[in-house]
């Protein structure tokens, strides 16, 4: 496998403008007759099904939810970023592609970075003119707030309703192509296969999850938008939905798999309750622009924290990280957690939770404007935790959000597949080792609006004289057989045990083995861990029901079973990388005060998967990240 990415020469701040001046293009004639397949309807997924169909092209759609608007995208609270400089404080373009790669702890490719913060202001224009009410200033100016790892407010925002209200727009985008016959809506469809004919991606396998219906779509070339992988870890704050089994299709097909265990913990989430929980629920970063953090200085004080006075708490990111505060990276401010709750300083029931604590905001701005901006996530977290965060302090603890790694693709967002392309959270691409706050739906929108509509233009100007194949064609017939056959193996299983059951052993090995931090010794004994749970996931797992009819139980059964795939590629990851980059924090490899220690001599480097076998050692690959404009120093944030 030879991984080229495509970058275009030149100097970084025109690269995107060449490329879009000299790129192949398709006529208005020839689009109408080129068939693209669309999986997933989030942000990324929506606004590209949108795009390519008001381009000309037919667009294929699929999602596994009764509507596309109901995709992950909509959990979104805090913001999307963007380079306007609206607040005069600084802001620009090279700011917003610096801090990204800097946040990113200089794991990410240059080019694709400049271009995300480049296309970032148009995405703003988009979505004002799609009718999303961003809030604004007394003066009709839209409004900005910061998030973590940065020095300046680019943060659009929507209360903490942001991802709901840009789904929507993207989501009308879609629909109007809809109504008109230009996308044409496949719902409650999930992809189970990906088809190859001559090395090129052609075409998809999905199952009815109504009515157990297997269906072949032809296409001529096809776009994974189907969001992260974080549900491997069982608790997470995505959708209980959430999967990675397109995307694993497609890298069991053939398309490489980058930094996988890269995954993101965010710090601001309300803590487990029970050991049966399957679900956590996530609190914006943006309350961290006017919340503290803190602890008690006592070990294990279990007085309420109103009976705590000011001098006996401790303001732990204030006081580590005086430049940027309570909005260091969502890394960063993770491991703070931690360590404090390590040393037996944590609050709550479990001692595993730190206040967020807005008395200051609600004295100094008054309940007001404190309500006015998160009147929405203190009603959920009131809701949830019976507690009124008005009256007193939030008890947080990191948690599972967001997987920088995914799909390797280069710099026209295309796989190692000729003609499979990966967008949104599905690519590995633009956020490094650690994803800023407030840039997921940043990247989602600028892949399915501004980038992907040109990029894949490039590919198909070649492919016009192609055909449509038909799904007669034995390709289909092998790849949809697969399916059936692993379905039958899942409910002719006799086994005891619930597919959930093994789905939370698995999160928990995962969890504490590859989360917030990690070690070779604890990484070589989860490899041999998950082998032995897979095992016997295949020998006693049990599917009730049938084939023929909507059977959620089964659906979950192979999502689950690629979920113990990639648990093990993530540990040979993590076992790979010998040094620490920002969600991923080997313990033999900090610094003096605790902090990330990079090897950059030796890890500067994107580490590419190939698979070669279910019960084989993939191969490793390795995309070098030369930096061109950026030097990689360490991350400081003091």
Not at 54 to 77: L, N, T, W
Not at 206 to 231: D, I, P, S
Not at 384 to 406: C, E, K, Q
Not at 471 to 498: C, M, P, V, W
Request: net charge neutral; hydrophobic share 35%.
């Amino acid at each position: 496998m030879i991984l080229n990415n495509k970058v275009p020469e030149g100097p970084l701040e025109s690269k995107w403008t060449k490329y879009k001046s000299t790129v192949s293009l398709v006529s208005p004639a020839n689009k109408r007759k080129l068939e693209i397949i669309v999986v997933g309807t989030g942000l990324a997924g929506a606004s590209a099904a949108a795009s390519l169909a008001e381009m000309g092209y037919r667009v294929k759609c699929f999602c596994f939810q009764d509507s596309p608007r109901r995709a992950h995208s909509i959990a979104a609270q805090g913001g999307i970023n963007a380079a306007k400089n609206y607040q005069n404080d600084g802001d620009s373009v090279y700011r917003l592609f610096y801090d990204t790669i800097k946040g990113g702890d200089y794991r990410s490719r240059e080019a694709n970075v400049y271009r995300l913060a480049e296309v970032s202001a148009s995405i703003i224009d988009q979505c004002v003119a799609q009718g999303v009410p961003f809030a604004r200033e007394y003066g009709g100016t839209l409004d900005n707030r910061s998030f973590g790892g940065v020095q300046v407010s680019r943060t659009f925002y929507a209360r903490g309703q942001t991802g709901q209200q840009l789904l929507l727009g993207a989501y009308s985008a879609l629909s109007r192509q809809i109504s008109k016959g230009n996308v044409k809506m496949y719902n409650r469809h999930e992809m189970v296969e990906l088809v190859k004919i001559d090395g090129k991606a052609r075409g998809i396998i999905v199952r009815n999850l109504l009515t157990g219906e297997f269906n072949r779509f032809f296409g001529h070339a096809v776009v994974l938008a189907t969001g992260g992988y974080g549900n491997v870890y069982y608790l997470s704050t995505n959708a209980m939905g959430s999967n990675v089994t397109a995307a694993w299709k497609a890298y069991k097909s053939g398309a490489a798999f980058s930094n996988p265990c890269f995954t993101q913990i965010h710090p601001t989430c309300i803590p487990v309750s029970g050991e049966y929980q399957s679900k956590l629920t996530l609190m914006s970063e943006s309350l961290r622009n006017d919340g503290r953090i803190w602890v008690p200085k006592k070990k294990e004080d279990n007085r309420p924290p109103s009976q705590i006075p000011e001098e006996e708490r401790d303001y732990y990111l204030e006081r580590r990280y005086p430049a940027f505060g309570n909005l260091v990276p969502r890394d960063v401010a993770s491991r703070a957690a931690k360590e404090r709750c390590d040393e037996g300083y944590g609050v709550g029931k479990t001692g595993l939770a730190v206040y967020l604590d807005f008395e200051d905001a609600i004295n100094r701005l008054g309940k007001d404007i404190v309500s006015a901006r998160y009147g929405n996530l203190f009603a959920m977290y009131d809701k949830i935790t019976g507690d009124d965060p008005y009256s007193t302090p939030m008890r947080i603890f990191p948690a599972v959000h967001y997987t920088m790694g995914g799909l390797w693709v280069d710099y026209d967002l295309m796989t190692t597949v000729p003609g499979l392309y990966a967008i949104g959270e599905c690519n590995f691409s633009d956020h490094g080792a650690n994803r800023l706050g407030a840039s997921a739906l940043m990247q989602g929108l600028a892949d399915g609006y501004f980038v992907l509509p040109y990029t894949i233009g490039k590919y198909l100007s070649e492919d016009i004289r192609t055909n449509p194949i038909s799904t007669d064609h034995e390709s289909f017939l092998k790849a949809e057989n697969n399916a059936k056959e692993r379905n039958k193996i899942l409910l002719q299983n006799n086994g005891k045990r619930s597919v959930e059951s093994f789905h939370r052993d698995l999160g928990r090995i995962v969890w504490d083995y590859c989360g917030m931090s990690r070690n070779e010794s604890s990484l070589v004994a989860a490899i041999d861990k998950i082998k032995e749970l897979r095992n016997e996931f295949w020998k006693d797992v049990k599917v009730l029901g049938d084939d023929k009819t909507y059977n959620p139980e089964l659906d979950k059964a192979g999502r689950v079973a690629d979920f113990f795939e990639l648990g093990e590629l993530m540990m040979r990851d993590a076992l790979e990388r010998n040094e620490s980059c920002g969600g991923h924090f080997r313990e033999e490899f900090q610094t003096e005060e605790g902090e990330a220690l990079r090897d950059d001599e030796k890890f500067t480097f994107a580490s590419t998967w190939e698979f070669k076998g279910v019960n084989e050692p993939p191969t490793l690959h390795k995309e070098d990240l030369g930096f061109e404009t950026v030097k990689p120093t360490q991350r400081s944030y003091k």
